[in-house]
């Protein structure tokens, strides 16, 4: 079984920007799609933005712009470079396989708050 590992998450204001890593004890290389998925306080974790072996991107729509996904096969490394953060961005980030992420796989992830 693969074990993420989130991190990068902070306290920033409105506008700041963030860069998430998850790093992954095993290979990712064989998950053709990985993705960030986001859960706020009472509400259900949500999917974020996803990235294929290949490249290919996609974004739910209220991070288009801001949010930027990326991975580093080698390094079994993914990435979410978050700008212009708005507080509704606030939420507990976590790495996991996409479309249907596995329930073994989840992090503790990474507390990201955007407040002034």
């Known amino acids: 079984q693969v074990q993420f590992v989130e991190s990068g998450g902070g306290l920033v204001q409105p506008g700041g920007s963030l860069r998430l890593s998850c790093a992954a004890s095993?290979?990712?290389?064989?998950?053709?799609?990985m993705g960030w998925y986001r859960r706020a306080p009472g509400k259900q974790r949500d999917w974020v933005a996803s990235i294929t072996i290949g490249g290919s991107t996609n974004y739910v729509d209220s991070v288009k712009g801001r949010f930027t996904i990326s991975r580093d096969n080698a390094k079994n490394t993914v990435y979410l470079q978050m700008n212009s953060l708005k507080p509704e961005d606030t939420a507990v980030y976590y790495c996991?396989?996409?479309?249907?992420?596995?329930?073994?796989?989840w992090g503790q992830g990474t507390q990201v708050t955007v407040s002034s």
């Open positions: 095993g290979s990712i290389s064989s998950i053709y799609r």
């Open positions: 996991n396989k996409a479309p249907l992420p596995s329930d073994d796989y």
